[in-house]
Nanobody, 116 residues
């Protein structure tokens, strides 16, 4: 059974940091492109960051460039999202996605709230 399990969300003040993790199982993790998406209330789900199967081809949404860092540890079957200088507009549920064309898998998400 393929599973993606996000963790690390929570409440943080503006300017603070969080590190999200996504642990994958039931797939050959090293073959998958990994992505982080987020969805805020009343808004569409948006791509936040992506990383290629070997840790290459890293891309970020313009809104998070310079603040967020995506990384992966294929030995641990885990992808991370380090979030710094958080803003209230970063508040959303963050989802982990794994893609090996043409299939995609999703986690259930972890909630990030940025508020004072």
């Amino acid at each position: 059974q393929v599973q993606l399990v996000e963790s690390g969300g929570g409440l943080v003040q503006p300017g603070g940091s969080l590190r999200l993790s996504c642990a994958a199982s039931g797939l050959t993790f090293s073959r998958y492109t990994m992505r982080w998406y987020r969805q805020a209330p009343g808004k569409e789900r948006e791509l936040v960051a992506a990383i290629g199967s070997a840790g290459d081809s890293i891309n970020y949404a313009d809104s998070v460039k310079g603040r967020f860092t995506i990384s992966r540890d294929n030995a641990k079957n885990t992808v991370y999202l380090q979030m710094n200088s958080l803003k209230p507009e970063d508040t959303a549920r963050y989802y982990c996605n794994a893609e090996y064309f043409p299939v995609k898998y999703w986690g259930k998400g972890t909630l990030v709230t940025v508020s004072s």
